[in-house]
């Protein structure tokens, strides 16, 4: 994304703009979730029994494809809920085609009936990411605390799912960010050294 290095000192305004960047990349490549399930490579994959995804909102890259490439291999599946506005995401159960209710945040999620998961890799959205495993999110911190809180009770892979051209050349890193361990894309997997 040309003109667009770091992430500026109006934090809105500059999410806002990748906002808009993603629903134009979403609008040319309606089929970007799928060619990105293609080119996943499993071997690259750590081992792991339960892969969490998120709902897609608006632009967002569709996970379903590769959770559902996931999930063929044996691994239970979880959706992330948020519990506050300030809270880590928790993990549960789902299946497709399980009903899902309106989490804090309004996004549907499993209720407070499914069971608890951990997952041993996570699939996040991002705005944007940098090949160093940044990433700029919605700027909640959901992600950040979530993931922390798993890697403080096993290893965790993380993988950011984006359009390629969501790229940047960096994103400064605070130290409560959560590092990707790899990127995929429409157009390849990119794994974070």
Same mark, same amino acid.
């Given at each position: 994304?040309?003109?667009?290095? %770091?992430?500026?000192?109006?934090? @809105?305004? #500059?999410?806002?703009?990748?906002?808009?960047?993603?629903?134009?990349?979403?609008?040319?490549? @309606? &089929?970007?979730?799928?060619?990105?399930? %293609?080119?996943? @490579?499993?071997?690259?994959?750590?081992? #792991?029994?339960?892969? =969490?995804?998120?709902?897609?909102?608006?632009?967002?890259?569709?996970?379903?494809?590769?959770?559902?490439?996931?999930?063929?291999? *044996?691994? !239970? #599946?979880?959706?992330?809920?948020?519990?506050?506005?300030? =809270?880590?995401?928790?993990?549960?159960?789902?299946?497709? $085609?399980?009903?899902?209710?309106? &989490?804090?945040?309004?996004?549907?999620?499993?209720?407070? =009936?499914?069971?608890?998961?951990? @997952? &041993?890799?996570?699939?996040?959205?991002?705005?944007? #990411?940098?090949?160093?495993?940044?990433?700029? $999110?919605?700027? *909640?911190? !959901?992600?950040?605390? =979530?993931?922390?809180?798993?890697?403080?009770?096993?290893?965790?892979?993380?993988? *950011?799912?984006?359009?390629? *051209?969501?790229?940047?050349?960096?994103?400064?890193?605070?130290? !409560?960010?959560?590092?990707?361990? %790899?990127?995929?894309?429409?157009?390849?997997?990119?794994?974070?050294?």
């Amino acid at each position: 994304m040309s003109g667009l290095v %770091a992430t500026p000192p109006d934090k @809105p305004a #500059f999410r806002a703009r990748l906002r808009a960047l993603r629903r134009q990349l979403a609008a040319r490549n @309606p &089929d970007a979730a799928e060619q990105a399930a %293609a080119v996943l @490579p499993l071997e690259k994959m750590p081992a #792991f029994a339960c892969v =969490s995804g998120y709902r897609a909102l608006g632009a967002e890259l569709d996970p379903l494809p590769i959770c559902r490439r996931l999930k063929a291999t *044996g691994a !239970h #599946f979880a959706l992330p809920v948020a519990l506050g506005r300030q =809270s880590p995401l928790e993990f549960r159960a789902w299946e497709e $085609g399980d009903p899902l209710v309106d &989490d804090a945040l309004g996004v549907p999620a499993p209720g407070p =009936s499914a069971r608890v998961l951990h @997952p &041993d890799v996570v699939i996040t959205p991002l705005l944007a #990411f940098d090949r160093r495993g940044g990433r700029l $999110g919605q700027g *909640g911190g !959901h992600y950040d605390r =979530s993931i922390a809180n798993l890697r403080a009770l096993k290893p965790v892979f993380v993988l *950011g799912l984006a359009y390629a *051209g969501q790229e940047l050349p960096g994103i400064p890193m605070e130290p !409560h960010d959560q590092r990707l361990d %790899a990127i995929l894309t429409e157009t390849g997997y990119i794994e974070v050294g």
